[in-house]
């Protein structure tokens, strides 16, 4: 299997899992419903870490534009497959999306809000302030890079690494994901963010593109300090 293919069906899973899993708390009629942050955080933690130890050995399992600029960088990847991999995981992102909608059909038209319907594909602000919801997408998302490469630096058992990296997303989205949803990847929050502008999803509202750029610069810029001062300091 190519780096791409790792990338896009990595990724496509990482979506299903994680966007899924907030579709099961905040849809109308479903099992979960109403079961919370707990849920959508522990489920995010899996939904990176099962696609992470499948295509770990084949693509790097970057899933998320922020590590792979990030990677670049500090000379931990080659700058010419960085569009490949961006490609890659904006594809699996949306497509991932695009079955999270179908997997949840009936429910879309057994969900009034609007917000509910717009948050099982993207991130938005608690309290809506452009400076502060920036800086929590940085400063999340330069713990995620700098706890990475840290921990890549640590010898453990084969498998432990990618637990828990999956441990590292469990607690940002604990602790640092109540002011933004805690996008902490560009592809993450734009590609499901394309799919739901672009689905048929009954009363869905707009896909708040005003917001949009802010997951996408924010973890970008914050996975480059974050992988340039690891790099400086180790």
């Not at 791409?4 to 979506?15: N, P, R, S």
């Not at 429910?107 to 509910?116: G, V």
Request: contains cysteine.
């Amino acid at each position: 299997m190519s780096h791409f293919l790792g990338e896009v069906i990595g990724t496509m899973i990482l979506i299903i899992l994680g966007d899924g899993v907030v579709a099961n708390v905040v849809l109308g009629k479903t099992k979960g419903n109403s079961s919370g942050w707990i849920v959508i955080t522990t489920g995010w933690a899996f939904a990176v870490a099962i696609p992470a130890f499948i295509f770990g050995g084949i693509s790097g399992a970057h899933f998320n534009p922020a590590l792979t600029i990030g990677l670049a960088a500090i000379g931990k990847f080659p700058w010419a497959e960085v569009p490949t991999y961006i490609a890659g995981q904006m594809i699996g992102a949306f497509l991932g999306a695009v079955i999270v909608y179908l997997h949840y059909l009936p429910h879309w038209s057994a969900t009034e809000d609007k917000a509910s319907k717009l948050a099982v594909f993207c991130t938005g602000p608690a309290i809506r302030s452009t400076g502060a919801n920036f800086i929590s997408e940085f400063i999340g998302t330069f713990i995620l890079v700098f706890g990475i490469l840290g921990l890549g630096t640590v010898k453990m058992a084969d498998g432990l690494g990618t637990l828990a990296v999956g441990l590292l997303i469990w607690v940002i989205g604990l602790a640092l994901g109540g002011p933004t949803g805690y996008a902490i990847n560009p592809a993450r929050d734009l590609g499901p963010r394309i799919a739901h502008a672009v689905l048929p999803i009954p009363g869905k509202g707009d896909s708040d593109w005003g917001y949009a750029w802010i997951p996408v610069i924010a973890p970008i810029l914050g996975g480059l300090v974050g992988a340039l001062i690891f790099n400086g300091l180790f």
